[in-house]
Protein backbone atom coordinates (compact mmCIF):
# COMPACT_ATOMS: atom_id res chain seq x y z
CA UNK A 1 0.00 0.00 0.00
CA UNK A 2 3.02 2.27 0.80
CA UNK A 3 4.52 1.74 -2.34
CA UNK A 4 0.89 2.27 -4.08
CA UNK A 5 0.55 5.49 -2.40
CA UNK A 6 3.65 6.58 -3.62
CA UNK A 7 4.22 5.21 -7.00
CA UNK A 8 0.12 5.34 -9.15
CA UNK A 9 2.27 3.44 -11.93
CA UNK A 10 2.63 0.35 -9.70
CA UNK A 11 -0.73 1.06 -8.50
CA UNK A 12 -1.81 0.81 -12.10
CA UNK A 13 0.22 -2.33 -12.45
CA UNK A 14 -1.03 -4.33 -10.08
CA UNK A 15 -4.66 -3.32 -11.15
CA UNK A 16 -3.93 -4.76 -14.61
CA UNK A 17 -2.17 -7.73 -12.56
CA UNK A 18 -5.31 -8.43 -10.46
CA UNK A 19 -7.82 -8.14 -13.29
CA UNK A 20 -5.73 -10.23 -15.63
CA UNK A 21 -5.52 -12.71 -12.64
CA UNK A 22 -9.67 -12.45 -12.88
CA UNK A 23 -9.69 -12.89 -16.25
CA UNK A 24 -7.95 -16.04 -16.09
CA UNK A 25 -9.98 -17.66 -13.84
CA UNK A 26 -12.97 -16.40 -15.09
CA UNK A 27 -11.58 -17.99 -18.77
CA UNK A 28 -10.38 -21.54 -16.93
CA UNK A 29 -14.36 -21.55 -15.30
CA UNK A 30 -15.73 -20.92 -19.21
CA UNK A 31 -13.24 -23.59 -20.32
CA UNK A 32 -14.49 -26.03 -18.01
CA UNK A 33 -18.14 -25.43 -18.31
CA UNK A 34 -17.45 -25.82 -22.69
CA UNK A 35 -15.51 -29.16 -21.87
CA UNK A 36 -18.66 -30.79 -19.60
CA UNK A 37 -20.71 -29.24 -21.62
CA UNK A 38 -19.29 -30.79 -25.21
CA UNK A 39 -18.19 -34.25 -23.38
CA UNK A 40 -22.57 -34.38 -21.99
CA UNK A 41 -22.84 -33.33 -26.14
CA UNK A 42 -20.71 -36.10 -26.83
CA UNK A 43 -22.11 -38.86 -25.37
CA UNK A 44 -25.38 -38.19 -26.38
CA UNK A 45 -24.77 -38.22 -30.22
CA UNK A 46 -23.02 -41.53 -29.66
CA UNK A 47 -26.12 -43.02 -27.86
CA UNK A 48 -28.26 -42.02 -30.89
CA UNK A 49 -25.68 -43.02 -33.32
CA UNK A 50 -24.57 -39.86 -34.52
CA UNK A 51 -21.26 -40.76 -35.37
CA UNK A 52 -20.00 -36.98 -36.89
CA UNK A 53 -21.29 -35.02 -34.12
CA UNK A 54 -19.79 -37.21 -31.30
CA UNK A 55 -16.65 -37.54 -33.04
CA UNK A 56 -16.83 -33.22 -33.46
CA UNK A 57 -17.76 -32.97 -30.06
CA UNK A 58 -15.35 -35.39 -28.04
CA UNK A 59 -12.41 -34.00 -29.56
CA UNK A 60 -13.62 -30.50 -28.85
CA UNK A 61 -13.94 -31.90 -25.12
CA UNK A 62 -10.47 -33.73 -24.77
CA UNK A 63 -8.96 -30.06 -26.52
CA UNK A 64 -10.82 -28.12 -23.89
CA UNK A 65 -9.99 -30.76 -21.24
CA UNK A 66 -6.47 -30.76 -21.83
CA UNK A 67 -6.25 -26.26 -21.67
CA UNK A 68 -7.46 -27.10 -18.24
CA UNK A 69 -5.84 -29.93 -16.83
CA UNK A 70 -2.73 -30.57 -18.98
CA UNK A 71 -2.18 -34.01 -20.13
CA UNK A 72 -4.94 -36.30 -19.19
CA UNK A 73 -2.62 -39.23 -18.29
CA UNK A 74 -0.63 -37.19 -15.81
CA UNK A 75 -3.93 -35.75 -13.73
CA UNK A 76 -5.59 -39.77 -14.48
CA UNK A 77 -2.44 -40.82 -11.78
CA UNK A 78 -4.24 -38.79 -9.49
CA UNK A 79 -7.94 -38.82 -10.06
CA UNK A 80 -9.88 -42.21 -11.25
CA UNK A 81 -12.89 -39.67 -11.44
CA UNK A 82 -11.13 -37.86 -14.05
CA UNK A 83 -9.54 -40.63 -15.61
CA UNK A 84 -13.15 -41.90 -16.36
CA UNK A 85 -13.86 -39.28 -17.81
CA UNK A 86 -10.84 -39.02 -19.98
CA UNK A 87 -11.57 -42.54 -21.02
CA UNK A 88 -15.10 -42.07 -21.89
CA UNK A 89 -14.00 -38.87 -24.42
CA UNK A 90 -11.60 -41.08 -26.49
CA UNK A 91 -13.70 -44.24 -26.33
CA UNK A 92 -17.06 -41.81 -27.97
CA UNK A 93 -13.80 -40.58 -30.57
CA UNK A 94 -12.46 -43.75 -31.46
CA UNK A 95 -16.09 -45.64 -31.79
CA UNK A 96 -17.43 -42.91 -33.61
CA UNK A 97 -14.48 -43.40 -36.21
CA UNK A 98 -15.60 -46.84 -37.02
CA UNK A 99 -13.54 -48.25 -33.99
CA UNK A 100 -9.92 -46.33 -34.58
CA UNK A 101 -7.31 -48.13 -32.85
CA UNK A 102 -5.56 -44.69 -31.27
CA UNK A 103 -8.31 -43.33 -29.91
CA UNK A 104 -10.15 -46.76 -28.00
CA UNK A 105 -5.75 -48.10 -26.89
CA UNK A 106 -5.75 -44.33 -24.82
CA UNK A 107 -8.62 -45.04 -23.09
CA UNK A 108 -7.53 -48.69 -22.92
CA UNK A 109 -4.14 -47.23 -21.55
CA UNK A 110 -5.77 -44.50 -18.85
CA UNK A 111 -8.30 -46.89 -17.24
CA UNK A 112 -5.18 -49.45 -17.03
CA UNK A 113 -2.77 -46.68 -15.02
CA UNK A 114 -5.83 -45.85 -12.99
CA UNK A 115 -7.40 -49.00 -12.14
CA UNK A 116 -3.79 -50.46 -11.05
CA UNK A 117 -4.25 -47.41 -8.09
CA UNK A 118 -7.70 -47.91 -7.57
CA UNK A 119 -8.15 -51.83 -7.96
CA UNK A 120 -12.12 -51.54 -6.60
CA UNK A 121 -13.35 -48.76 -9.66
CA UNK A 122 -15.55 -50.63 -11.16
CA UNK A 123 -16.67 -48.19 -13.79
CA UNK A 124 -13.03 -47.86 -15.15
CA UNK A 125 -12.71 -51.92 -15.60
CA UNK A 126 -15.92 -51.80 -17.10
CA UNK A 127 -14.96 -49.34 -19.71
CA UNK A 128 -11.59 -50.59 -20.38
CA UNK A 129 -13.21 -54.36 -20.98
CA UNK A 130 -15.73 -52.57 -22.95
CA UNK A 131 -13.35 -50.83 -25.46
CA UNK A 132 -11.13 -53.95 -25.09
CA UNK A 133 -14.04 -55.32 -27.10
CA UNK A 134 -14.02 -52.73 -29.93
CA UNK A 135 -10.27 -53.84 -30.71
CA UNK A 136 -11.19 -57.04 -30.96
CA UNK A 137 -9.23 -58.41 -28.45
CA UNK A 138 -11.64 -60.69 -26.87
CA UNK A 139 -9.62 -62.45 -24.26
CA UNK A 140 -7.97 -59.64 -22.77
CA UNK A 141 -11.75 -58.43 -22.38
CA UNK A 142 -13.58 -61.66 -20.80
CA UNK A 143 -10.23 -61.55 -18.35
CA UNK A 144 -11.46 -57.70 -17.45
CA UNK A 145 -15.02 -59.13 -17.19
CA UNK A 146 -14.55 -61.77 -15.36
CA UNK A 147 -12.48 -60.00 -12.90
CA UNK A 148 -14.76 -57.15 -13.06
CA UNK A 149 -17.41 -60.00 -11.38
CA UNK A 150 -14.72 -61.86 -8.97
CA UNK A 151 -14.08 -58.62 -7.50
CA UNK A 152 -18.32 -58.08 -5.93
CA UNK A 153 -18.66 -57.55 -2.23
CA UNK A 154 -21.98 -57.21 -0.82
CA UNK A 155 -20.16 -54.85 2.58
CA UNK A 156 -19.02 -52.42 -0.63
CA UNK A 157 -21.08 -48.96 -0.66
CA UNK A 158 -21.64 -49.63 -4.27
CA UNK A 159 -23.78 -52.54 -3.79
CA UNK A 160 -26.46 -50.59 -1.70
CA UNK A 161 -28.75 -50.54 -4.86
CA UNK A 162 -28.42 -54.47 -5.22
CA UNK A 163 -31.31 -56.06 -6.00
CA UNK A 164 -33.06 -59.03 -4.38
CA UNK A 165 -36.48 -60.51 -5.74
CA UNK A 166 -37.76 -64.23 -4.85
CA UNK A 167 -37.60 -65.93 -7.37
CA UNK A 168 -33.91 -65.01 -7.76
CA UNK A 169 -33.59 -66.26 -4.01
CA UNK A 170 -35.59 -69.83 -5.29
CA UNK A 171 -32.89 -70.12 -8.27
CA UNK A 172 -29.47 -69.62 -5.77
CA UNK A 173 -31.54 -72.55 -3.23
CA UNK A 174 -31.61 -74.39 -5.97
CA UNK A 175 -28.19 -73.84 -7.24
CA UNK A 176 -26.48 -74.12 -3.81
CA UNK A 177 -28.57 -77.68 -3.35
CA UNK A 178 -27.24 -78.68 -6.83
CA UNK A 179 -23.57 -77.76 -6.10
CA UNK A 180 -23.50 -79.44 -2.62
CA UNK A 181 -25.03 -82.65 -4.84
CA UNK A 182 -21.60 -81.97 -6.96
CA UNK A 183 -19.64 -81.53 -4.49
CA UNK A 184 -18.24 -78.22 -5.31
CA UNK A 185 -19.23 -77.02 -2.44
CA UNK A 186 -19.03 -78.25 1.29
CA UNK A 187 -22.19 -80.00 2.56
CA UNK A 188 -22.34 -78.30 6.03
CA UNK A 189 -21.58 -74.50 3.76
CA UNK A 190 -23.93 -74.84 1.31
CA UNK A 191 -26.78 -76.26 3.70
CA UNK A 192 -26.55 -73.52 5.70
CA UNK A 193 -26.09 -70.97 3.51
CA UNK A 194 -29.33 -72.28 1.52
CA UNK A 195 -31.05 -72.21 4.97
CA UNK A 196 -30.36 -68.43 5.40
CA UNK A 197 -31.45 -67.53 1.97
CA UNK A 198 -34.67 -69.77 2.81
CA UNK A 199 -35.02 -67.52 5.81
CA UNK A 200 -34.80 -64.63 3.62
CA UNK A 201 -37.45 -65.52 1.18
CA UNK A 202 -39.82 -66.28 4.07
CA UNK A 203 -39.28 -62.94 5.49
CA UNK A 204 -39.82 -61.35 1.80
CA UNK A 205 -42.85 -62.90 1.35
CA UNK A 206 -44.32 -62.29 4.50
CA UNK A 207 -47.49 -60.66 4.77
CA UNK A 208 -46.97 -57.56 6.02
CA UNK A 209 -43.40 -56.96 4.86
CA UNK A 210 -42.47 -52.99 3.46
CA UNK A 211 -39.79 -53.56 1.95
CA UNK A 212 -41.33 -54.11 -1.60
CA UNK A 213 -40.34 -51.16 -3.38
CA UNK A 214 -40.45 -52.21 -7.21
CA UNK A 215 -43.57 -53.68 -8.33
CA UNK A 216 -43.52 -54.96 -12.29
CA UNK A 217 -47.11 -56.91 -12.85
CA UNK A 218 -47.42 -59.00 -9.97
CA UNK A 219 -43.71 -59.81 -9.47
CA UNK A 220 -41.73 -57.38 -7.68
CA UNK A 221 -38.19 -57.24 -6.37
CA UNK A 222 -36.28 -54.95 -3.49
CA UNK A 223 -33.12 -52.62 -2.80
CA UNK A 224 -30.47 -54.08 -0.13
CA UNK A 225 -30.48 -51.22 1.24
CA UNK A 226 -34.28 -51.28 2.09
CA UNK A 227 -33.66 -54.20 4.31
CA UNK A 228 -32.85 -54.39 8.02
CA UNK A 229 -29.21 -55.25 9.72
CA UNK A 230 -30.89 -59.17 10.18
CA UNK A 231 -32.27 -59.75 6.49
CA UNK A 232 -28.39 -58.65 5.13
CA UNK A 233 -26.72 -61.00 7.63
CA UNK A 234 -28.53 -63.69 6.36
CA UNK A 235 -27.83 -62.91 2.99
CA UNK A 236 -24.07 -62.76 3.38
CA UNK A 237 -24.91 -66.27 5.18
CA UNK A 238 -26.29 -67.20 2.39
CA UNK A 239 -23.44 -66.87 0.14
CA UNK A 240 -25.79 -64.19 -1.95
CA UNK A 241 -23.55 -62.77 -5.01
CA UNK A 242 -20.27 -64.85 -3.34
CA UNK A 243 -20.34 -67.51 -5.89
CA UNK A 244 -18.95 -66.74 -8.15
CA UNK A 245 -15.60 -66.11 -5.66
CA UNK A 246 -16.33 -69.32 -3.56
CA UNK A 247 -17.06 -71.32 -5.97
CA UNK A 248 -16.72 -70.64 -9.60
CA UNK A 249 -17.52 -72.69 -12.67
CA UNK A 250 -14.69 -75.27 -13.32
CA UNK A 251 -11.44 -73.91 -14.56
CA UNK A 252 -10.79 -77.48 -16.56
CA UNK A 253 -14.39 -77.11 -18.25
CA UNK A 254 -12.94 -73.56 -19.48
CA UNK A 255 -9.61 -74.24 -20.71
CA UNK A 256 -10.56 -76.75 -23.17
CA UNK A 257 -12.55 -74.39 -24.91
CA UNK A 258 -10.10 -71.53 -25.66
CA UNK A 259 -8.79 -72.60 -29.07
CA UNK A 260 -11.26 -74.69 -30.14
CA UNK A 261 -14.07 -73.75 -32.90
CA UNK A 262 -17.48 -74.67 -30.86
CA UNK A 263 -19.80 -74.19 -34.50
CA UNK A 264 -20.79 -77.03 -36.58
CA UNK A 265 -18.79 -77.74 -39.52
CA UNK A 266 -20.69 -79.15 -41.39
CA UNK A 267 -22.81 -76.45 -42.23
CA UNK A 268 -22.70 -74.12 -45.37
CA UNK A 269 -21.87 -70.50 -44.02
CA UNK A 270 -21.42 -69.32 -47.10
CA UNK A 271 -25.37 -69.93 -48.04
CA UNK A 272 -26.17 -69.04 -44.87
CA UNK A 273 -24.82 -65.33 -45.48
CA UNK A 274 -26.27 -64.91 -48.43
CA UNK A 275 -29.95 -65.50 -47.41
CA UNK A 276 -29.23 -63.38 -44.34
CA UNK A 277 -28.12 -60.24 -47.54
CA UNK A 278 -31.25 -61.34 -49.32
CA UNK A 279 -33.50 -61.05 -46.35
CA UNK A 280 -31.91 -59.73 -43.38
CA UNK A 281 -32.70 -62.92 -41.17
CA UNK A 282 -31.65 -66.26 -41.48
CA UNK A 283 -32.58 -69.34 -39.31
CA UNK A 284 -29.15 -71.36 -38.52
CA UNK A 285 -30.56 -75.48 -36.89
CA UNK A 286 -27.38 -77.42 -35.10
CA UNK A 287 -26.07 -74.21 -34.86
CA UNK A 288 -23.23 -75.15 -32.13
CA UNK A 289 -21.53 -79.05 -31.98
CA UNK A 290 -23.06 -81.56 -29.87
CA UNK A 291 -20.13 -81.42 -27.42
CA UNK A 292 -20.47 -77.65 -27.09
CA UNK A 293 -23.79 -77.64 -26.62
CA UNK A 294 -23.47 -80.04 -23.92
CA UNK A 295 -21.13 -78.03 -21.90
CA UNK A 296 -23.56 -74.45 -22.55
CA UNK A 297 -26.66 -75.91 -21.05
CA UNK A 298 -24.64 -77.27 -18.54
CA UNK A 299 -22.82 -74.05 -17.74
CA UNK A 300 -26.29 -72.18 -17.75
CA UNK A 301 -27.66 -75.19 -15.15
CA UNK A 302 -24.31 -74.39 -12.68
CA UNK A 303 -22.47 -71.44 -13.26
CA UNK A 304 -23.31 -68.56 -10.32
CA UNK A 305 -23.34 -65.59 -12.90
CA UNK A 306 -27.32 -65.28 -13.13
CA UNK A 307 -27.35 -62.17 -10.89
CA UNK A 308 -29.31 -59.60 -13.11
CA UNK A 309 -32.29 -59.15 -12.53
CA UNK A 310 -35.47 -58.78 -15.22
CA UNK A 311 -39.16 -58.84 -14.97
CA UNK A 312 -39.46 -62.73 -13.99
CA UNK A 313 -35.85 -64.08 -15.27
CA UNK A 314 -32.23 -63.50 -14.68
CA UNK A 315 -29.95 -62.47 -16.61
CA UNK A 316 -25.92 -63.16 -16.72
CA UNK A 317 -24.00 -60.33 -18.19
CA UNK A 318 -20.22 -60.47 -19.30
CA UNK A 319 -19.89 -58.17 -15.88
CA UNK A 320 -22.07 -60.80 -13.75
CA UNK A 321 -19.42 -63.27 -14.83
CA UNK A 322 -20.78 -64.74 -17.59
CA UNK A 323 -16.97 -65.14 -19.42
CA UNK A 324 -17.09 -68.75 -20.76
CA UNK A 325 -14.26 -69.06 -22.94
CA UNK A 326 -16.88 -71.21 -25.22
CA UNK A 327 -19.11 -67.56 -25.80
CA UNK A 328 -15.60 -65.87 -27.15
CA UNK A 329 -14.93 -68.95 -29.20
CA UNK A 330 -17.79 -68.68 -30.96
CA UNK A 331 -17.53 -64.88 -31.55
CA UNK A 332 -14.20 -65.33 -32.97
CA UNK A 333 -15.39 -68.05 -35.09
CA UNK A 334 -18.56 -66.49 -36.41
CA UNK A 335 -16.25 -63.25 -37.74
CA UNK A 336 -14.05 -66.28 -39.92
CA UNK A 337 -17.10 -68.01 -41.01
CA UNK A 338 -19.48 -65.20 -42.00
CA UNK A 339 -16.54 -62.47 -43.23
CA UNK A 340 -19.04 -60.05 -44.66
CA UNK A 341 -22.00 -60.06 -42.77
CA UNK A 342 -19.74 -58.98 -39.82
CA UNK A 343 -16.88 -57.28 -41.38
CA UNK A 344 -16.93 -53.89 -39.43
CA UNK A 345 -18.90 -55.41 -36.75
CA UNK A 346 -16.97 -56.36 -33.55
CA UNK A 347 -18.76 -58.56 -30.51
CA UNK A 348 -20.16 -55.40 -28.31
CA UNK A 349 -22.64 -57.16 -25.35
CA UNK A 350 -23.72 -60.94 -25.18
CA UNK A 351 -25.66 -62.54 -22.33
CA UNK A 352 -27.63 -65.84 -21.24
CA UNK A 353 -31.40 -65.00 -19.88
CA UNK A 354 -32.79 -67.97 -17.63
CA UNK A 355 -36.84 -68.25 -17.51
CA UNK A 356 -38.23 -68.68 -14.07
CA UNK A 357 -41.87 -70.15 -13.21
CA UNK A 358 -42.54 -66.20 -13.10
CA UNK A 359 -41.48 -65.11 -16.26
CA UNK A 360 -43.30 -67.18 -18.92
CA UNK A 361 -43.86 -64.64 -21.34
CA UNK A 362 -40.33 -63.90 -22.20
CA UNK A 363 -38.69 -60.38 -23.33
CA UNK A 364 -41.31 -58.25 -24.21
CA UNK A 365 -41.24 -55.96 -27.60
CA UNK A 366 -37.79 -53.86 -28.29
CA UNK A 367 -34.56 -53.81 -30.17
CA UNK A 368 -30.99 -53.75 -29.59
CA UNK A 369 -28.57 -51.03 -29.57
CA UNK A 370 -26.15 -53.48 -32.16
CA UNK A 371 -26.19 -54.11 -35.71
CA UNK A 372 -26.15 -57.78 -36.22
CA UNK A 373 -28.17 -60.01 -33.18
CA UNK A 374 -27.36 -64.15 -32.65
CA UNK A 375 -30.34 -65.59 -30.94
CA UNK A 376 -29.66 -69.29 -29.75
CA UNK A 377 -32.02 -71.95 -27.90
CA UNK A 378 -30.19 -74.22 -25.37
CA UNK A 379 -32.75 -76.29 -23.46
CA UNK A 380 -33.42 -79.76 -24.97
CA UNK A 381 -37.06 -79.59 -26.85
CA UNK A 382 -38.82 -82.28 -24.40
CA UNK A 383 -38.64 -79.17 -21.72
CA UNK A 384 -40.90 -76.95 -24.18
CA UNK A 385 -44.49 -77.77 -24.23
CA UNK A 386 -45.50 -75.04 -26.42
CA UNK A 387 -44.13 -71.74 -27.65
CA UNK A 388 -41.13 -70.49 -26.67
CA UNK A 389 -40.13 -68.96 -30.07
CA UNK A 390 -39.34 -65.46 -31.45
CA UNK A 391 -41.34 -62.52 -33.44
CA UNK A 392 -38.63 -60.29 -35.61
CA UNK A 393 -40.67 -57.61 -36.74
CA UNK A 394 -39.87 -55.01 -40.27
CA UNK A 395 -40.15 -52.43 -37.71
CA UNK A 396 -37.28 -50.22 -36.62
CA UNK A 397 -36.63 -47.60 -34.27
CA UNK A 398 -36.15 -44.18 -35.51
CA UNK A 399 -32.23 -43.10 -36.74
CA UNK A 400 -32.69 -40.64 -34.17
CA UNK A 401 -33.73 -42.51 -31.21
CA UNK A 402 -31.57 -43.62 -28.42
CA UNK A 403 -31.27 -46.46 -26.39
CA UNK A 404 -33.57 -46.03 -23.95
CA UNK A 405 -36.46 -45.09 -26.22
CA UNK A 406 -36.47 -48.69 -27.80
CA UNK A 407 -34.86 -50.94 -25.27
CA UNK A 408 -37.24 -50.89 -21.93
CA UNK A 409 -39.78 -52.34 -20.27
CA UNK A 410 -43.23 -51.19 -21.78
CA UNK A 411 -46.07 -49.41 -19.75
CA UNK A 412 -48.17 -52.75 -19.61
CA UNK A 413 -49.67 -56.15 -21.72
CA UNK A 414 -51.97 -53.90 -23.39
CA UNK A 415 -49.53 -51.19 -24.84
CA UNK A 416 -47.61 -53.72 -25.92
CA UNK A 417 -50.08 -55.91 -27.58
CA UNK A 418 -51.19 -52.92 -29.48
CA UNK A 419 -47.93 -52.37 -30.55
CA UNK A 420 -47.14 -55.59 -31.52
CA UNK A 421 -50.62 -55.77 -33.54
CA UNK A 422 -49.29 -52.37 -35.26
CA UNK A 423 -45.80 -53.60 -36.23
CA UNK A 424 -47.35 -57.08 -37.43
CA UNK A 425 -48.71 -54.89 -40.45
CA UNK A 426 -45.57 -54.17 -41.92
CA UNK A 427 -44.40 -57.60 -42.10
CA UNK A 428 -43.32 -60.02 -39.18
CA UNK A 429 -41.30 -63.17 -39.15
CA UNK A 430 -42.58 -65.90 -36.98
CA UNK A 431 -39.02 -68.71 -35.65
CA UNK A 432 -40.66 -71.73 -33.91
CA UNK A 433 -38.43 -72.40 -30.51
CA UNK A 434 -36.13 -75.74 -31.22
CA UNK A 435 -32.73 -76.78 -29.26
CA UNK A 436 -29.55 -75.35 -30.75
CA UNK A 437 -31.41 -73.23 -33.41
CA UNK A 438 -29.61 -69.95 -33.78
CA UNK A 439 -31.74 -67.12 -35.46
CA UNK A 440 -29.55 -64.32 -36.82
CA UNK A 441 -30.89 -61.03 -38.02
CA UNK A 442 -30.68 -57.32 -37.94
CA UNK A 443 -30.07 -56.10 -34.49
CA UNK A 444 -32.38 -52.83 -35.12
CA UNK A 445 -35.81 -54.81 -35.96
CA UNK A 446 -37.85 -55.22 -33.19
CA UNK A 447 -38.41 -58.54 -31.69
CA UNK A 448 -40.07 -60.35 -29.02
CA UNK A 449 -40.63 -63.74 -27.30
CA UNK A 450 -43.56 -65.87 -27.80
CA UNK A 451 -45.16 -66.85 -24.48
CA UNK A 452 -44.16 -70.46 -23.54
CA UNK A 453 -44.79 -73.46 -21.55
CA UNK A 454 -41.75 -74.77 -19.76
CA UNK A 455 -43.54 -77.10 -17.47
CA UNK A 456 -40.01 -77.85 -15.15
CA UNK A 457 -39.02 -74.32 -14.98
CA UNK A 458 -36.82 -75.02 -11.60
CA UNK A 459 -34.30 -77.90 -13.30
CA UNK A 460 -35.38 -77.09 -17.02
CA UNK A 461 -35.63 -73.36 -17.66
CA UNK A 462 -35.90 -71.56 -21.03
CA UNK A 463 -32.81 -70.23 -21.28
CA UNK A 464 -31.35 -68.44 -24.37
CA UNK A 465 -27.75 -67.25 -25.65
CA UNK A 466 -27.70 -63.84 -27.44
CA UNK A 467 -24.54 -62.34 -28.97
CA UNK A 468 -24.62 -58.83 -30.07
CA UNK A 469 -22.39 -57.19 -33.13
CA UNK A 470 -21.75 -54.06 -34.28
CA UNK A 471 -23.36 -50.74 -33.58
CA UNK A 472 -26.95 -49.85 -34.41
CA UNK A 473 -25.87 -46.70 -36.77
CA UNK A 474 -24.48 -49.58 -38.90
CA UNK A 475 -27.34 -51.48 -39.25
CA UNK A 476 -28.87 -50.25 -42.14
CA UNK A 477 -25.76 -50.77 -44.20
CA UNK A 478 -25.29 -54.38 -42.44
CA UNK A 479 -28.76 -54.82 -45.01
CA UNK A 480 -30.46 -52.96 -47.70
CA UNK A 481 -33.97 -54.13 -47.28
CA UNK A 482 -37.18 -52.90 -46.68
CA UNK A 483 -37.22 -51.76 -42.95
CA UNK A 484 -40.26 -49.56 -41.63
CA UNK A 485 -39.51 -46.68 -38.55
Avoid at 164 to 186: C, E, G, Q
Amino acid sequence: QRVMSRCPKAALITSVWRGCRSDTYCSRRRRIFAADRARSGAWTAHLRGQRRRAAKLAAKAIRLRRLVLGDGQTVALHSPEIALLEAGLWHVLGASRSNAQRPLRRAVALCRRAVHDCPRQTALKRMEAECLLRLRCYRRAFEVFDSLARSTDIDADQDNDKQVAPFRLRHDIDLLRRLVRMKRLDAAQGNRAAAALGAVLVRLEGRDNENKVTYEGGLWWAKLSCFDVATVSLLKEGLYDRLPVLCPYPITSNLKWEERDPLNSDLSWNDLQQVFERNGLVVVDDFFSNEALHELWCYAQEAPCFRSLRPGFLGAFAADGCTHPLICGAAVALEKRLPILLKGHPLARWWLFKYTSVGSNGVGLHADDAAVNVNVWLTPNSACRSGGGLEVFKHVPRSSSSTADFNRVLGGPGAEQRLRAEFALGGVDRISYKQNRACIFVSNRFHASEPFDFPDADSMPRVNLTLLFGDRADAQRTWSGNLRT
